[in-house]
């Protein structure tokens, strides 16, 4: 007879997890293994919420198995260590972004790509290499071995923890596709948890960076507010024709199905449109503007272990956080309807280190 998810391990743990799909959270105990040799044990401190966790708690991709506890954007601090940990030591701040494991044998594990392992264990909501499921960061403490953890900056305010999904899932196609060169001209489509982050990091490499919105509103907050240099309507013609190749790369951070044809039109020759949306249905894809002017259309998913820690250290060199409205983990019913209705800006982030009472 298989075990409850509280007497699987031999560590309490609580949390907050869905039963079905309807996706609403409630208390939650249930354990997590003890720290092995290279293990690290901290308590958890902070944990954003991401568009994924919706998907995922309302099993919207068809592979949710419940009770799910989400978060994979988690900040905490060190309580315990294996005896061959060697990265970090108790008290260190240290974050864990979607992965927990995956083979650290295959290429590109071996490349420093393990979000692209094909063994990858994901950090909630998988089988882990005992048969046990993995729960997030939505939960008082977490286990994970030491090559899934990165060293948390300390100028960097632990409440940023949305730079562990959102900062790398930018971060890394900006770098890997050659967008990251001062004086490019970089799109940014869609202004919400990744599309900030977009902007932000466009900018710090010194790019002159365009936002690509559905949204009037949303202007001012590009302009103004995160510093972008120039705004354009989507759905303006006008707008963009005027913008028909001039720009070198796009990020689409778009997750709902939408035209790629004006895109590729604002994309000069050998210009790259990057997708990073999780988009459920097939997009249409316009072939002749890819062979008259040599475009690419890419994807890129996260990032591997090596290039986060980079990312978090870019981060706090260049004071780069995310926007982000702090919550009590009680309130998280009503941040998951908000998000559902894109009413933050840009990122909730749940406070987990005020006392979570076990049920």
């Not at 939650?28 to 308590?43: H, I, L, P, Y």
């Not at 990858?120 to 499921?133: C, E, H, L, V």
Request: with cysteine.
């Amino acid at each position: 007879m298989a075990k409850s998810p509280e007497e699987e391990h031999p560590i309490k743990a609580f949390g907050w997890a869905a039963r079905d799909t309807s996706g609403v959270l409630s208390p939650f105990n249930f354990s997590r293994r003890a720290t092995g040799e290279k293990d690290v044990q901290f308590k958890i401190m902070y944990c954003g919420i991401c568009h994924t966790d919706l998907h995922f708690l309302k099993n919207e991709w068809g592979v949710t198995r419940y009770p799910v506890v989400p978060g994979h954007e988690i900040v905490g601090v060190v309580t315990e260590v294996g005896n061959k940990v060697e990265k970090f030591k108790i008290g260190d701040k240290v974050g864990v972004g979607c992965l927990v494991g995956s083979c650290q044998k295959c290429d590109n594990c071996s490349s420093g790509l393990e979000n692209y392992c094909p063994a990858q264990i994901m950090t909630y909501g998988y089988p882990y290499r005992d048969g046990t499921m993995t729960y997030g960061g939505y939960s008082d403490l977490m286990v994970v071995d030491e090559h899934f953890a990165v060293r948390w900056p300390e100028n960097l305010p632990m409440e940023a923890a949305p730079l562990l999904c959102a900062g790398i899932t930018t971060y890394s196609p900006l770098k890997y596709f050659g967008l990251d060169k001062p004086g490019m001209h970089i799109g940014v489509v869609g202004l919400g948890g990744l599309g900030h982050m977009a902007v932000k990091f466009a900018k710090a490499f010194g790019a002159n960076v365009t936002v690509i919105s559905t949204s009037p509103g949303k202007k001012d907050e590009a302009l103004q507010q995160l510093g972008a240099d120039k705004f354009l309507l989507s759905n303006n013609p006008e707008q963009i024709q005027g913008a028909m190749n001039t720009l070198d790369g796009i990020i689409d951070t778009v997750s709902a199905v939408h035209p790629l044809l004006p895109l590729l039109g604002m994309l000069k020759p050998h210009g790259k449109l990057v997708m990073v949306g999780a988009i459920a249905k097939p997009l249409e894809m316009p072939v002749f503007p890819l062979i008259m002017g040599r475009k690419l259309i890419a994807g890129s998913c996260i990032g591997g272990m090596k290039e986060t820690q980079e990312m978090l250290d870019f981060s706090a060199k260049h004071n780069i956080t995310p926007d982000v409205e702090v919550v009590a983990m009680d309130y998280v019913n009503t941040a998951l309807e908000r998000l559902l209705k894109s009413d933050v800006k840009y990122r909730f982030v749940l406070d987990i280190g005020k006392k979570l009472n076990s049920v």
